[in-house]
T-cell receptor, first 112, second 114 residues
Framework: RKEVEQDPGPFNVPEGATVAFNCTYS??????FFWYRQDCRKEPKLLMS???SGNEDGRFTAQLNRASQYISLLIRDSKLSDSATYLC?????????????FGQGTTLQVKP | DTEVTQTPKHLVMGMTNKKSLKCEQH?????MYWYKQKAKKPPELMFV???????INESVPSRFSPECPNSSLLNLHLHALQPEDSALYLC?????????????FGNGTRLTVT
């Protein structure tokens, strides 16, 4: 089993749709979780950190489910500009090794 | 705008060349990283520097040689690379090399080895 798994997609949705991505992780000791966005041929950019209680930033909502070991990203009212690859990033465990583990990424295409 | 700057943006080099990639951050971050990314793959960790000392080397071949001259600068020296080393090389920094700190990436250097 991969340490961090994501459905690669692509997810093709119309503008205005709501779309959700899940990401599962294997290490129950993981403490830190992030969603990054990466546009084609660009660097990954931090979208949001994921907190235990869940958190929202505008149209984006992140949730953490420790019992089932997954995090999710919900995008409401999708825009064309949301088209990108979304990377789930999880720390490798409770020790401070500086190693963050990336999922393979989920590709989102928002169509007009 | 990115707060981590990398130069050059593009680099083409032959297998016998020696070149260096440069990275700079002025956010006061104490950890800096080199990642390699191939097309349609996630970034792959190469090196981690914490407080200017190398703390992680992910079994990277010696043709890649990192250097951290000070807390703001990180270099990656390249020598005798292979065509399969062609990739996007990303520098990143974080507040500490604690894995609860998010990474801030530079724009990357797109490297082609001929």
């Amino acid at each position: 089993r991969k340490e961090v798994e994501q459905d690669p997609g692509p997810f093709n949705v119309p503008e205005g749709a709501t779309v959700a991505f899940n990401c599962t992780y294997s290490n129950s000791a993981s403490q830190s979780f992030f969603w990054y966005r990466q546009d084609c041929r660009k660097e990954p950019k931090l979208l949001m950190s994921v907190y235990s209680s869940g958190n929202e930033d505008g149209r984006f909502t992140a949730q953490l489910n420790r019992a089932s070991q997954y995090i999710s990203l919900l995008i409401r009212d999708s825009k064309l500009s949301d088209s990108a690859t979304y990377l789930c990033v999880v720390n490798g465990g409770s020790s401070n090794t500086g190693k963050l583990i990336f999922g393979q990424g989920t590709t989102l295409q928002v169509k007009p | 705008d990115t707060e981590v700057t990398q130069t050059p943006k593009h680099l083409v080099m032959g297998m016998t060349n020696k070149k260096s990639l440069k990275c700079e951050q002025h956010m006061g971050h104490r950890a800096m990283y080199w990642y390699k990314q191939k097309a349609k793959k996630p970034p792959e960790l190469m090196f981690v520097y914490s407080y200017e000392k190398l703390s992680i080397n992910e079994s990277v071949p010696s043709r890649f040689s990192p250097e951290c001259p000070n807390s703001s600068l990180l270099n990656l020296h390249l020598h005798a690379l292979q065509p399969e080393d062609s990739a996007l090389y990303l520098c990143a920094s974080s507040q500490e090399s604690l894995s609860n700190s998010p990474l801030h990436f530079g724009n990357g250097t797109r490297l082609t080895v001929t």
